[in-house]
């Protein structure tokens, strides 16, 4: 695993980071988690990305257009035209890739009546 730093459910060798099953065998086998982590997510390799200057990108034909015509104040700026969507509203966000969906876990049913578990009072079989 260390060496070859693969997992079946790609999601170690797309995002360059420890999956779940790569975590579960590296606490097994005593192996460092932060060995597993790509080298591009170091502190060196942030710092060599980001040490050179980063020029925007600017088209300066359309800026020049802009400002060189002389009816800038005459144009009319409209939102982009959109509308709602059809149905109900998602009510949880899309989980990206890597995400995982924590599990609540589930209350035990106790009935009203005899304090029992796994049933309620209108299922309960205790005689009144």
């Known amino acids: 695993m260390q060496r070859q730093k693969t997992c079946t ?21 005593k192996i460092r988690i932060d060995s597993l982590v790509d080298q591009c997510y170091s502190r060196t390799a942030y710092r060599e990305a980001y040490s050179k200057i980063i020029n925007p990108v600017v088209e300066y034909e ?42 609540v876990p589930k209350r035990r049913t106790v009935c009203s009546r005899c304090k029992g578990s796994g049933h309620n009072r209108a299922t309960c079989k205790v005689a009144i």
């Open 9 to 29: 459910c790609n999601e170690f060798q797309a995002l360059k980071i420890p999956c779940m099953h790569a975590i579960a065998a590296a606490t097994r086998y």
């Open 62 to 103: 359309s800026i020049e257009i802009l400002f060189s015509d002389s009816s800038v104040s005459e144009l009319e700026i409209n939102p982009p035209a959109s509308r709602r969507p059809p149905g109900r509203p998602r009510k949880n966000r899309i989980l990206s890739r890597g995400e995982f969906q924590m599990r």
